[in-house]
């Protein structure tokens, strides 16, 4: 802060970033190749891949499912909205990105909590002159910061169908936080035509004993920013009451990526389930 900088000043965004710390948007950052990330989350992604050697095939393609998906929803389904929480920090073919491409109009609402995100912002807001962007610094955890934030009430009309756009972020909300309470939330808001793709790690596919042990970690209470796997049935649950888009609920390898190359990866490298849903 400056010396003429006044009383009660908001902190700057670099004020609030712990490099000792990893965070999981930079950590994922450093597995699609970035440069965006410290050493904390070189060496909390280096561990994570020594369990899970194909996580950075992972983590390309859930990248890519929320592409396909979002081209999906702006071209097939027509959606000119998209709330997209969980952001992580902008790299190619972001949201908005993708959805513009397909019709210039398209309005899109990027959430984070990352410091390091919120410094890239300026990145994530280049859209085109007929669409807009904003940017939001709230937690997924609290859906009505993010409900009745000015930034959300300016650009979107929740009026109007909406994509909520909750991909790799959901298995970092443990169970005592509520996940499907917070999901079921923001859906609450959203009126009838509206949709949600989600992505979400599973334990499905792993090793037994490595599978029992991320089991264990989800009932014992995983430290932040750390992956809270999932079976199917628990990921279907956030779809619960919502009209499944096909091909349902498949690895984000697997989902609508007939044009992708082939051969595709396996689910059981990839490990990620992918879906996306309409609201009646």
Not at 213 to 221: D, K, P, V
């Amino acid at each position: 802060m400056t010396a003429d900088a006044p009383t009660g000043a908001a902190p700057h965004p670099s004020d609030r970033i712990d490099t000792s710390v990893a965070h999981p948007a930079r950590r994922y950052n450093y597995w699609l190749g970035g440069k965006d990330n410290f050493q904390a989350d070189r060496d909390s992604g280096d561990a994570m891949a020594a369990a899970f050697p194909t996580v950075r095939t992972a983590a390309l393609e859930n990248r890519r499912f929320l592409q396909r998906a979002v081209a999906h929803l702006a071209r097939e389904a027509g959606v000119r909205q998209f709330l997209d929480i969980g952001t992580g920090i902008p790299t190619a073919n972001n949201t908005h990105d993708v959805a513009q491409a397909v019709t210039p109009q398209a309005r899109v609402v990027y959430v984070d909590n990352d410091p390091i995100v919120l410094a890239h912002a300026r990145a994530l807001l280049t859209s085109s002159a007929e669409g807009a962007t904003a940017y939001i610094d709230a937690d997924l955890r609290d859906p009505e910061k993010i409900l009745h934030h000015p930034e959300l009430r300016r650009t979107l009309d929740l009026e109007q169908p909406v994509a909520l756009m909750l991909v790799a972020i959901l298995h970092f909300v443990t169970e005592t936080e509520d996940p499907y309470g917070v999901v079921g939330r923001l859906l609450a808001a959203l009126p009838p035509g509206s949709y949600l793709a989600a992505s979400h790690a599973t334990y499905d596919y792993l090793p037994p004993a490595v599978a029992e042990e991320a089991r264990a970690g989800n009932r014992n209470g995983t430290p932040p920013g750390m992956i809270n796997l999932r079976s199917r049935d628990e990921f279907a649950r956030f779809f619960d009451g919502l009209d499944l888009v096909a091909p349902g609920i498949v690895s984000v390898a697997q989902w609508r990526a007939e044009a992708e190359p082939q051969p595709r990866p396996t689910v059981d490298e990839v490990s990620v389930y992918g879906a996306v849903a309409r609201k009646p």
